[in-house]
C-alpha cells in the first residue's frame, strides 16, 4: 500500500501546539504521522453526515479527509472531545 501524504491546516496546527501537556501533543503527532501508512486504523469513525473521519488519541481528536484518488491525508481539526464536534 502506497504512503500517505499529509497536509495539517494551519488552524489545526494552532490546535495541537494550544494542547496540555508537551507528552500529549507528542502522542497526536506521533498518531497524526501513522495515518500516513493506514489511513483507516483500527478504531476510526466516519462522521456521519459529512466525509470526515475520526480517530481517538486519548481525549483528544483528530478530524481528518482522506483523497484516496491522489493519497493526501488533510488534517481539519484536533481538540478535546468535549469541543471538537461543535
Given at each position: 500500500m502506497a504512503?500517505?501524504?499529509i497536509e495539517i491546516k494551519r488552524s489545526a496546527q494552532k490546535e495541537i501546539t494550544a494542547v496540555?501537556?508537551?507528552k500529549d501533543?507528542?502522542?497526536i503527532v506521533q498518531r497524526i504521522q501513522e495515518l500516513a501508512s493506514d489511513p483507516r486504523p483500527p478504531g476510526v469513525e466516519k462522521l456521519s453526515g459529512?466525509?470526515?473521519y475520526r480517530v481517538r488519541q486519548g481525549v483528544y481528536r483528530i478530524v481528518y479527509?482522506?483523497?484516496n484518488d491522489v493519497l493526501i491525508i488533510h488534517i481539519l481539526k484536533v481538540?478535546?472531545?468535549k469541543d471538537i464536534y461543535r
Open positions: 504512503s500517505y501524504r496540555g501537556t508537551k501533543r507528542q502522542r459529512s466525509p470526515y479527509e482522506i483523497q481538540g478535546h472531545r
